[in-house]
């Protein structure tokens, strides 16, 4: 194998792939397989579960394959700003050189490499504006911990024309739906960290986002999702399982709806969860004619109260929240004002961004003792 390529064509690419190396018993896991195909340079890296592919334009010599490790061949090539460089690979080793430089770093043959899944021929095209508007609004109310491998995956759905988001997490949960072009049948359980994934991917692939689309389409005969972005394509294990009957919890009436300045709002929360943090970030709402009090206290650090005017229609109410939860929404949302619909003091809240469609969030309630 023998390629030639600018560095500045290369780094990018190469800090994209090797996000998704993976540290396991298999150290080949660790690598980067490197190959040529087409006339072009193709980059692969996979921890098993995020699996992504990168070609890249350069001057192809002479065609071959190798794997090495990930975090070497990253340090040196951002080392070597502006400069032309040659890939020479054999079985086991690359040699890089450029005019005042060269290296070898020894790497383990290419057929120990495991294979990423290849998509099939029937996809669904989406917008790469939707997903990446859409999924930082969704992704944060999954859950982190494996403990319940279910709630760390998104609900993804098309029905005909529509888009549905659906990640919880069991204390709260947020719902996006929105047109898209064409038609479709599709659902399945994404992980949080593939669509995380996906939106540093449309960042970095395309330019301008508003002009492009994304395929998405599953592995034949596999538990694999795949998506082209540009020249990158990324594949993904599903999750296996039952998602919640998440549209059981929606409310359906209320007896106190507020719609108040998200900016304010936030600012209030923000000095409550300082007062908060001892008390595992338990914050009050009080809602009263034109105004909400948002209040939090420890026996340790004091106490504090914000008040914030807003429009409050139906009965006045004392509920709380963890003010983190509260925090994550009011940060994904892009509109200035959010309305809060209260069913009670020990019932879910409804939170919708005012003057976005098809965006919706629940945030249990704490028990105040």
């Not at 090539?77 to 040699?95: A, R």
Request: proline share 4%; aromatic share 4%.
């Amino acid at each position: 194998m023998k390629i030639t390529i600018l560095q500045q064509d290369l780094v990018g690419p190469l800090q994209a792939v090797s996000r998704s190396t993976g540290k396991s018993n298999l150290p080949v896991l660790a690598n980067i397989l490197i190959q040529t195909e087409a006339g072009k340079l193709k980059l692969s890296a996979t921890n098993l579960e995020i699996g992504v592919i990168k070609k890249v334009n350069a001057k192809v010599e002479e065609d071959g394959e190798i794997t090495v490790p990930s975090r070497t061949f990253l340090d040196v090539i951002t080392s070597l700003t502006g400069e032309k460089i040659t890939l020479e690979g054999s079985l086991d080793q690359l040699k890089i050189s450029t005019s005042s430089f060269k290296a070898s770093i020894n790497g383990i043959p290419a057929n120990e490499f495991p294979s990423i899944p290849l998509a099939s021929e029937q996809s669904v095209v989406l917008d790469a504006f939707i997903l990446k508007q859409s999924l930082p609004e969704i992704t944060f109310a999954a859950a982190v911990d494996e403990g319940r491998p279910i709630l760390t995956g998104i609900l993804t759905e098309i029905k005909k024309d529509s888009l549905e988001l659906v990640a919880t997490d069991g204390f709260r949960l947020a719902h996006k739906k929105v047109k898209i072009l064409g038609e479709g049948e599709f659902k399945a359980l994404i992980p949080r960290k593939t669509f995380e994934e996906i939106v540093r991917l449309i960042d970095e692939d395309l330019v301008n986002s508003k002009e492009e689309k994304v395929e998405m389409a599953t592995a034949e005969g596999q538990n694999q999702i795949i998506f082209k972005i540009g020249q990158t394509e990324l594949s993904s294990r599903l999750i296996e399982g039952n998602f919640p009957s998440w549209d059981k919890i929606i409310p359906k009436e209320f007896e106190n709806r507020t719609i108040i300045e998200k900016g304010e709002l936030a600012k209030a929360v923000k000095l409550a969860s300082v007062f908060a943090k001892d008390v595992a970030n338990i914050i009050k709402i009080q809602t009263s004619e034109n105004k909400i009090i948002v209040s939090s206290e420890t026996k340790e650090l004091g106490s504090q109260e914000s008040e914030v005017e807003c429009l409050v229609e139906g009965s006045p109410l004392i509920i709380a929240f963890n003010g983190r939860f509260l925090s994550d929404v009011l940060a994904a949302c892009s509109t200035s004002q959010i309305a809060i619909e209260f069913s009670g003091s020990l019932s879910a809240a409804l939170l919708k961004p005012v003057g976005e469609e098809g965006l919706e969030y629940i945030i249990m309630p704490v028990r105040l003792t």
